[in-house]
């Protein structure tokens, strides 16, 4: 258990031996130990590297039982300050009570000397991010079976009053049997009571929500994760995201503007625009809320039985 973030020990020694100390801490977090032990006396060998975020390094741990798991692992020496030791506990606290076939299952979560793990499970088969780096586009009845189980997802968290706020093809993962899982609760909110608003300007430049750029002055709220659903559609639907560009600035202005078409080169179907543009409305009170987008003309077309492993190296298994 991770109630106490230790902060780093503080620094006495001189120029050289800082450094290297410094070197040697930083070698240490990029490669933890291969066996970690845990408070309760539990044993977990440390197994491949999975991937790494802005905060995190994900590899594989083997319990005593041969069960696998994924563990974010984050140096003590990166959580500097109290703001950045606040943001891990409160993803720790959000995802530990969450629990649903959607999301990343929360397992365990200790720490040592220098790391802190955050136990999850495991997701072998990567992201919707590779998944249409592979296939350039996904067809429809595939985005449909995505999208209600994303939906499904996104519906409790919101029931729980948590916003998830940084929803994007990177963070949604295939568990071994090719269903969703959302993960990454990095970024994620509970608000106090269904009319507070946010005010911090958080996210992924592709992803965010043009009431999140009027920053102070408007506010956000659940509409965010709706906002990321439609982009996420789209990106799926089309091969890139709809405000895609060079410059941050001009996703930004493009966003603030929803400055976005239908490529013509890349058709699909009128069902799928109207949702996608009922989602990416400028004003957030004109997006259907979470519990509405299932019941949209575009969900009544065909799914596929279940999309097995070749949807991951470019045989599509929808019915189109
Ligand atoms: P950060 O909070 O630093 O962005 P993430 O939660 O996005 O960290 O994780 C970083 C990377 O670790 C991901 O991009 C992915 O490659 C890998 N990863 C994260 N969670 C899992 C998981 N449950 N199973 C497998 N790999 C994972």
Known sequence: NVETIAPPPSNTAKPQQQKKKKEKLSALCKTPPSIV???????????NFLGEGGFARCFQMKDSSGQIYAAKTVAKASIKNEKTKTKLLSEIKIHKSLKHANIVNFIDCFEDDVNVYILLEICPNQSLMELLKTRKRVSEPE?????VQIVGAIKYLHSRRVIHRDLKLGNIFFD????????????????????????TICGTPNYIAPEVLGGKNTGHSFEVDVWAIGIMMYALLVGKPPFQAKDVQVIYERIKKTEYGFPEDKPISDSAK?????LLSLNPIHRPTIDEILSYEWFKGPFPEKTHELSLNGTPSGLD
């Open 274 to 278: 109207a949702l996608i543009k009922d």
């Open 176 to 199: 071994p049997d090719m269903n969703l899982k959302i993960g990454d609760f990095g970024l994620a909110t509970v608000l106090p009571s269904n009319s507070t608003r946010k005010y």
């Open 37 to 47: 032990r845990t408070r309760n006396g539990r044993d977990y060998r440390r197994g």
């Open 143 to 147: 985005v449909r079976f995505f999208m």
